[in-house]
């Protein structure tokens, strides 16, 4: 018997976290949808959060690429220059009409979408960091063929990492059905809507 009142504490206590658990969950889906119903007229995506406008910071780099062969020296400060940044760093930058928006949708973005999008955009940044080095040494070297077929090559890479992390922002995530996303969402909002009720209640 004198265990009894221990137990019911534990019981007592797991319940309190199950509960505070489901208010920050709750919460955080509240705000989800909230920010949702403020991306209307904007370029960010309802469901995703996100916005291909950040994929500007690397699609200036990659025309530029497409240009240094026939202009090596004219370009090639351009291209040492550049310099990665980070989601929040490109908006906060940016003269992005919506930008204070586009960083607070980002860090509520849904939490799979935003794994598979920060994935796709260090693929992107290892790429291009590694081409733009390469580039840098042909153009110190003065191999105008040697660059020519570097950039020919390294482009298409660059493009087709871009429209990978651009599918990602518009919801379709990598190995993974459209239709699985479709149905993962209402189950998610009406979850949502249950668990306020009860613990609000």
């Given at each position: 018997?004198?265990?009894?009142?221990?137990?019911?504490?534990?019981?007592?206590?797991?319940d309190?976290?199950?509960?505070r658990?489901?208010?920050?969950?709750?919460?955080?889906?509240?705000?989800?949808?909230?920010?949702?119903?403020?991306?209307?007229?904007?370029?960010?995506?309802?469901?995703?959060?996100?916005?291909t406008?950040?994929?500007?910071?690397?699609?200036?780099?990659?025309?530029?690429?497409e240009?240094?062969?026939?202009?090596?020296?004219?370009?090639?400060?351009e291209?040492?220059?550049?310099?990665?940044?980070?989601?929040?760093?490109?908006?906060?930058?940016?003269?992005?009409?919506?930008?204070?928006?586009?960083?607070?949708?980002?860090?509520?973005?849904?939490?799979?979408?935003?794994?598979?999008?920060?994935?796709?955009?260090?693929?992107?940044?290892?790429e291009?960091?590694?081409l733009?080095?390469?580039?840098?040494?042909?153009?110190?070297?003065?191999?105008?063929?040697?660059?020519?077929?570097?950039?020919?090559e390294?482009?298409p890479?660059l493009?087709?990492?871009?429209?990978?992390s651009?599918?990602?922002?518009?919801?379709?995530?990598?190995?993974?059905?459209?239709?699985?996303?479709?149905?993962?969402?209402?189950?998610?909002?009406?979850?949502?809507?249950?668990?306020?009720?009860?613990?609000?209640?």
């Amino acid at each position: 018997m004198s265990k009894s009142p221990a137990k019911l504490r534990v019981v007592s206590s797991n319940d309190h976290l199950t509960a505070r658990d489901k208010l920050a969950n709750a919460f955080k889906n509240s705000m989800t949808e909230h920010l949702r119903a403020h991306t209307k007229g904007t370029n960010v995506n309802p469901e995703t959060l996100l916005t291909t406008d950040y994929l500007n910071h690397f699609n200036e780099i990659i025309m530029l690429l497409e240009l240094v062969p026939s202009a090596p020296v004219q370009f090639a400060s351009e291209l040492a220059e550049w310099q990665h940044e980070s989601y929040e760093e490109h908006f906060t930058h940016s003269g992005f009409r919506d930008k204070e928006l586009a960083i607070v949708c980002y860090h509520n973005a849904p939490e799979d979408i935003r794994h598979a999008f920060d994935s796709s955009i260090a693929d992107l940044e290892q790429e291009m960091i590694l081409l733009l080095q390469q580039v840098q040494d042909k153009i110190n070297t003065g191999d105008t063929e040697g660059l020519t077929r570097l950039c020919d090559e390294g482009v298409p890479r660059l493009q087709d990492l871009v429209q990978i992390s651009a599918g990602i922002v518009n919801g379709a995530l990598p190995n993974m059905p459209e239709a699985a996303n479709q149905n993962d969402a209402p189950a998610g909002a009406s979850a949502t809507q249950s668990d306020v009720d009860a613990l609000f209640d």
